[in-house]
Each structure stands twice: as structure tokens, then as C-alpha cells.
């Protein structure tokens, strides 16, 4: 009687008060014992004085009658988990993609994007070649500046080429340039000019070389010292020009050095020339013989000594109070004292300040087999024109000389 009390007073009022699914009619027919037992326990209890806290109500006619009590917490859980599982709708199962009907569809992708990439790429290189060939540049590494002409047996004056008449940048002289090898049978002679592209940012440089003929070799030394210069010409751009062309020197004579090595001094050689144009000013440096001129106002000025014998034999004249006549009579009064191939250089000729340029200044750079075929008055008059017109005046002097024994000549002529 105890027991069936709590029931009723702490069963929870909402199931209570709700109705039991028919689903759930046969278990509390099957549990009728129980409900009739509860209820004689409840009438009992309250014969005895112990009033229910609540009064079950009688269920309407045609309805199941609602207990008054509760049914255990595990027969509602269970009833309620199958009610919930069979009222639930799954939704369907979505169809899974082939795999191999996919995996065409990425074939195909990749072969179309290989495709499109690889027209583009032969519509750029098209278009790369089509503007190189307009150009007609030739191609360098950063920091070398390619050599703008070759040492080849009967190369004379370069024509105009359509590339050379474009407008030349603000201050860039013209280039006239002279190649001839003369009677001789090798051109060891050699000579660079910096292109007009790199003007604006770093100036001009001309190098003239002239492979001693006496001795072996003498044309890749003349090389080896010019593709030195060249190749640190952008390197060496933001020094002070005289300290540029100094260190180029010092490059040249290292290459020279390193091709001929020590027990090889002296027996090769050649002489440099350099000229630079940067801020409107020429500078320049020699070592041996080849000689620097400047034209200015109808007048040729050498700007460069010789490296040679002669001047020794004269300062001993000078100081022994001998005879200054027989220093140019010697019979090695030409030979070289300081050229690049002699190992450490003793001469150095360099003008200590640059020279301010006016218009219409020509600036020459010759090896001896210009200036030894012509006098100096001849040179004097083929100065005029422009600067190719320069280069061609000079080769048909010497050539009409007819010389049996003609050197290698060989000029680059900057006119402003």
C-alpha cells in the first residue's frame, strides 16, 4: 500500500495528463493486475485517513481509460525510441560519381591546360625572336660588354650599319672604326668600342690593342687584354673615371699575365689604348707605343708619350752631357720599354685631369701602323667629316702608299 502511494503522489504531471499512443493500449491491458492492485491501495489508504494528493479522473466514454499512475521509466524510454525510429523519414542515399568517368574529365583538363599553355609559350618566343631580330642586339651577361668588333685579316672600315644611323643619346659621339691587317700575315691588332645602349648610364669606353708581331702570340695577348677591359667596363661604372680606367688596366694586365705566366714574360706583349667619355669628358691612358689624338680647330695634338727606348737614351744623354742626336740614331731607340706581357708594368702614361669637350672635338685612337705610314700632315688632312668618313679617308691613305712591309692599322675615331 506504501509503495503504490509514492507512485501516485511523485509521478510527474505530463505523463500524467497525456495519453498513452494506442501502440501502448496491449501493454497496459497486460499490466491490468497492477492497475487494479494501485487502485484497491489507493481506497484503502484512504479509508485509513491518508488523503491522495490527486484524484484520478474517469475517461470519457469510447476512450481508453488513462491511468492513474505512471508505467516504469524504462517501458515509456522504449516506447517512445520506437514511435520516434518509425515516424522518422531517411532521406535517400545520393548517387556516387564514377570514378573513372572522373578521372577522363581531369585527363581532359590537364591535356587542354598543356595545350593552352604551350601555344602561348610559342606565341612569346615568336614574338621574343621577331623583336630581337628587329633589334639586332647582340645578347650579354650582366657586367660584360660584348666585343663589338673582331680581329679578322682584311677587315676594313665598318659600313653604316641601319642600327648605327638611330639617333644617338644626348652626348654620345659617333664611332668611326678602321681594321685593316696590312701586308702582314696575321692581324694582331685589336679593338672594342662600348655599345651606344650603355651610354647614358655609363659613358663610352674605346680600347685599341696592337699584338707586338715580333713575338709569339702577340694576337691573344692583344685579345685577352681588350675582353679584360670590357668585361669590367659596367663593374667599374661607379668609380671616378680615372680610377675606372686604372683598375681596368689592372684587370687587363692580370688576364695578360695569367695566359703568358711567368716563365713566358717578355716573350709576348702588346700595348693598350683607353679612352673614356663620361660628364662630357675625355680621359684617357696608354701604355707602349700606340698613340691618343685630339683634333680640335684645325689642329692634331698628341695626348699620350711613347713608351720606347729613345726617351731613356735621352734622359742619359742628359745626364752624362752626351750627344742627344744619337739617342734617335740607336738602333733600339722604338723598342717597347712598358707594354702588358712584361709581368709588372713599368710605365703608366695618364693625363691627371680629364679634357672638357667641345663640339666638334675628334678624338683618335691608333696603333703605330697608322701614324708610322703616314706623316703627320697627312693625318692632319683626312681629319674631316664625320667620324666613318674619318675611318675611310685614312685606309685609302695608307693603302695608296703600297707599303711592301705595311703593319697592322688599326683606329677607332669619337667625334662630337
Known amino acids: 500500500m506504501e509503495s503504490a502511494f509514492e507512485i501516485l503522489r511523485f509521478s510527474p504531471p505530463e505523463q500524467q495528463e497525456s495519453t498513452a499512443p ?105 614574338n621574343r625572336n621577331r623583336a630581337r631580330t628587329k633589334n639586332s642586339k647582340p645578347a650579354r651577361r650582366p657586367g660584360t660588354i660584348p666585343r663589338t668588333e673582331q680581329s679578322r685579316p682584311g677587315y676594313g672600315p665598318t659600313e653604316i650599319s641601319p642600327l648605327s644611323q638611330a639617333p644617338l643619346p644626348a652626348g654620345c659621339p659617333q664611332v668611326g672604326k678602321l681594321h685593316q691587317q696590312g701586308a702582314r700575315s696575321s692581324q694582331q691588332d685589336c679593338f672594342s668600342v662600348t655599345p651606344e645602349a650603355v651610354f647614358p648610364s655609363c659613358g663610352m669606353l674605346a680600347v685599341v690593342a696592337d699584338g707586338m708581331g715580333g713575338l709569339s702570340d702577340g694576337d691573344k695577348v692583344s685579345q685577352a687584354a681588350v675582353t679584360a ?133 675628334r678624338f683618335l685612337l691608333m696603333s703605330d701602323g697608322v701614324y708610322n705610314a703616314l706623316s703627320f700632315e697627312e693625318l692632319t688632312g683626312c681629319i674631316t667629316g664625320t667620324a666613318e668618313e674619318i675611318a675611310g679617308k685614312l685606309d685609302q691613305a695608307i693603302q695608296s702608299k703600297r707599303f711592301s712591309n705595311q703593319d697592322n692599322y688599326t683606329a677607332v675615331i669619337l667625334a662630337f
Open 22 to 126: 494506442e501502440d501502448n493500449v496491449t501493454t497496459a491491458a497486460t499490466d491490468s493486475t497492477d492497475t487494479t492492485d494501485a487502485t484497491d491501495g489507493a481506497t484503502e489508504g484512504a479509508t485509513e485517513g491518508q488523503t491522495p494528493t490527486e484524484t484520478p479522473q474517469e475517461a470519457p466514454t469510447g476512450s481508453v481509460p488513462t491511468p492513474t499512475f505512471d508505467l516504469p521509466t524504462s517501458v515509456t524510454t522504449e516506447t517512445a525510441a520506437e514511435n520516434q525510429t518509425t515516424e522518422t523519414t531517411v532521406p535517400p542515399v545520393p548517387p556516387v560519381p564514377d570514378p573513372v568517368l572522373w578521372g577522363w574529365i581531369a585527363a581532359t583538363g590537364l591535356l587542354a591546360a598543356a595545350v593552352i599553355g604551350l601555344i602561348i609559350a610559342l606565341v612569346l618566343r615568336s
Open 229 to 361: 677591359m670590357m668585361n669590367g667596363f659596367l663593374d667599374t661604372s661607379h668609380l671616378p673615371p680615372q680610377e675606372q680606367l686604372l683598375t681596368l688596366l689592372a684587370q687587363a694586365t692580370q688576364a695578360v699575365n695569367t695566359l703568358l705566366t711567368p716563365s713566358e714574360y717578355n716573350k709576348s706583349g702588346t700595348t693598350l689604348l683607353a679612352g673614356l667619355v663620361r660628364d662630357r669628358t675625355f680621359y684617357c691612358l696608354s701604355v707602349g707605343d700606340s698613340h691618343i689624338y685630339l683634333y680640335r680647330d684645325g689642329a692634331l695634338l698628341q695626348l699620350n708619350r711613347e713608351h720606347v727606348y729613345r726617351h731613356d737614351l735621352q734622359v742619359r744623354a742628359i745626364n752624362q752631357g752626351t750627344n742627344l742626336h744619337a739617342a734617335w740614331a740607336h738602333p733600339k731607340a722604338s723598342g717597347l720599354t712598358s707594354f702588358l706581357g712584361m709581368g709588372p708594368l713599368k710605365y703608366v702614361d695618364m693625363p691627371d685631369q680629364g679634357i672638357p669637350i667641345r663640339d666638334g672635338d
